[in-house]
């Protein structure tokens, strides 16, 4: 892939991404859309991959493209800016642990109430999102 020109196409398979994508991160502004020559294809630069990467890591991460955004806009030499957001993050995301096993237990209550319920009339699991 060296030798051909970087067309759209080409880094979106290169970095393992569709098409669509990469336009969708030029609309968001997170990747630069080169000028369109008067005759051919738009090249990108050979960054453009790594920064997709970047990206694609990031969100495996749990960040969001508005907090790629940012991360990018800091760049090298922000590492406690970046190690800050981290840590938000790191935040965030245990606190989404601690709701999602709450909600698991009252699950869990909810389907043993189900098995061990003798009242076929009334399913306790439906009356709980019901409201009864």
């Known amino acids: 892939m060296k030798d051909k020109p970087l067309t759209i196409g080409v880094l979106a398979k290169t970095a393992k991404v569709n098409i ?6 030029q609309r968001f502004g997170i990747i630069d859309e080169p ?4 005759d051919g294809y738009r090249i990108y630069p050979a960054e453009t991959i790594d920064r997709i990467r970047f990206i694609k890591r990031a969100q495996q991460l749990g960040f969001s493209l ?8 800091l760049g090298d ?13 790191q935040a965030h ?3 989404q642990i601690k709701d999602l096993r ?3 237990g ?3 209550k909810l389907i043993k109430a189900c098995q ?13 999102l019901t409201g009864k």
Do not use: W
């Open 20 to 25: 669509e994508t990469v336009r969708y991160y």
């Open 35 to 38: 000028p369109k020559p008067a």
């Open 66 to 73: 508005k907090e790629i955004a940012e991360l990018l806009e």
């Open 77 to 89: 030499g922000h590492c406690d800016d970046v190690r800050l957001r981290a840590e938000e993050k």
């Open 93 to 95: 995301i245990d606190a």
């Open 102 to 104: 709450m909600l698991r």
């Open 106 to 108: 009252t699950l869990d």
């Open 116 to 128: 061990s319920g003798s009242d076929t009339a009334h399913c306790p699991i439906v009356d709980t």
